[in-house]
C-alpha cells in the first residue's frame, strides 16, 4: 500500500553535511547545535496518577516483544538454525506464556513486527481473543534511525495496516524495534494518533513527549535495558554475546524493580521475549512477578493521561 509522504518536519534536525557547524568537533560546537540535538524529543509533563484503577497499590505492565524470525531477517541474515530460535518464540513461547497469563487471568501487551503477524496470523487472533492488547513494532525489525523520512513514515504506516488487518484493532502503541528512535519518529506517531509509545526511558513514571519544546500529548510508558531479558538471555553463536546470567539473578532485580514500583505507587514495566523468556528454566519468574495488580501498556498509558 502506497502513502503519500508529507515533506520531513521541520525544526531542530540533526545537523546534516550541509549544516554550517557539521564539520566542527562536539566540543567546538555551537551552544544552539547541542540544545538543539537534545532539544528534539525531551520528557515533559510528568504522569504519575495519584491512585490507579481499582485502588491498586502500583501498575503492573507485562510486555512481551514477539520479534520471531525477524530477529534474524532484520539484518539480513539468513541462517536457518537462527530461525528456528525465533520460531520456538512462536511455536512454545508464546503459547506459553498465554496459558500462563490465562491461569492468572492478567492481560499483557505484545509488541509485533508486521512480518512476524504475518508469518503467524493465528498467534495474534489467540492474543487479542484472549484479551491482550496489540502494538506496533516496525516492518521486519529495521532500525528507526538508519532510515530515510519516507521510509520509516511508509513502514509505520504499513505496519498498523497489516496489525489493523490481522487483529481486527487499530493499534494504539508503538514500540519502536531495539527502542531505536529516529529524529522523525515523534513526529509520525503524532501523525498517526497514537496513545502512547514505550521506547524511551527518560523516567520511571509515565510522562508527556515533548518534541522541540512542544507538548504532543503522547504518553511515553519508560523501559530500561535492566528491564530486559534479552540484555541478560541474548547469546550470539558467532559473536562474544553470551551472558546467560543465573536465572535467580535475573529475577531478583526485576523483583527489585517490582518492589520499588510498589513503595512509589508507580509503574513497574516490563520487556520480554517468547523465544528468551518462555523456558521451563525461566519462566517461572514471571508466575512470582505477576501476583499482584496488572495492566496492559494502553490502559496504564491511558489512565496515567486523565489522572496524572
Ligand atoms: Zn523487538
Known amino acids: 500500500m502506497a502513502h503519500m509522504a508529507p515533506p520531513p518536519p521541520s525544526g531542530a534536525s540533526p545537523p546534516t553535511a550541509s549544516h554550517p557547524s557539521a564539520d566542527l568537533q562536539p566540543w567546538q560546537w555551537p551552544e544552539e547545535r547541542w540544545r538543539s540535538l537534545v532539544g528534539q524529543v525531551r520528557a515533559g509533563r510528568r504522569l504519575k496518577p ?33 530461525m528456528a530460535w525465533g520460531e520456538y518464540g512462536t511455536r512454545q513461547g508464546v503459547p506459553r506464556i498465554l496459558d500462563l497469563l490465562a491461569k ?91 496513545l502512547y509509545d514505550s521506547s524511551l526511558m527518560a523516567d520511571v513514571d509515565c510522562y ?34 553470551r551472558p546467560q546470567m543465573p536465572v535467580e539473578a535475573v529475577f531478583q532485580i526485576f523483583r527489585r524493580e517490582l518492589e520499588g514500583a510498589w513503595a512509589e505507587g508507580g509503574v513497574f514495566q516490563l520487556t520480554m521475549h517468547p523465544h528468551h523468556i518462555a523456558y521451563r528454566s525461566r519462566l517461572w519468574m514471571v508466575e512470582e512477578l505477576i501476583g499482584l495488580a496488572n495492566a496492559t501498556h494502553a490502559e496504564v498509558a491511558a489512565w496515567a493521561r486523565e489522572n496524572g
Open 208 to 241: 508527556e513527549l515533548v518534541e522541540n519544546g512542544e507538548p504532543t500529548g503522547i504518553v511515553e510508558l519508560p523501559v530500561e535495558w535492566m528491564r530486559d531479558d534479552a540484555v541478560y538471555f541474548g547469546m550470539h553463536r558467532f559473536q562474544g554475546l
Open 104 to 194: 492468572h487471568d492478567i492481560r499483557a501487551t505484545f509488541f509485533v513486527p508486521a512480518v512476524s503477524a504475518l508469518l503467524h496470523p493465528e498467534e495474534q487472533s489467540r492474543v487479542v481473543g484472549e484479551g491482550h492488547e496489540i502494538g506496533i513494532h516496525g516492518w521486519i525489525h529495521e532500525l528507526n534511525s538508519v532510515l530515510p523520512y519516507e521510509a520509516e513514515r511508509d513502514l509505520m504506516l504499513r505496519s498498523a495496516d497489516a496489525l489493523e488487518r490481522t487483529t481486527g484493532t487499530r493499534p494504539v502503541g508503538l514500540r519502536t524495534p531495539s527502542w531505536d528512535f529516529s529524529p522523525q519518529t515523534l513526529s509520525i506517531e503524532r501523525e498517526m494518533g497514537l
Open 50 to 82: 495519584r491512585a490507579w484503577k481499582g485502588g491498586a497499590r502500583c501498575a503492573v505492565a507485562l510486555s512481551f516483544d514477539s520479534d520471531h524470525e525477524t530477529n534474524e531477517l532484520r539484518d539480513g541474515g539468513r541462517s536457518i538454525g537462527r
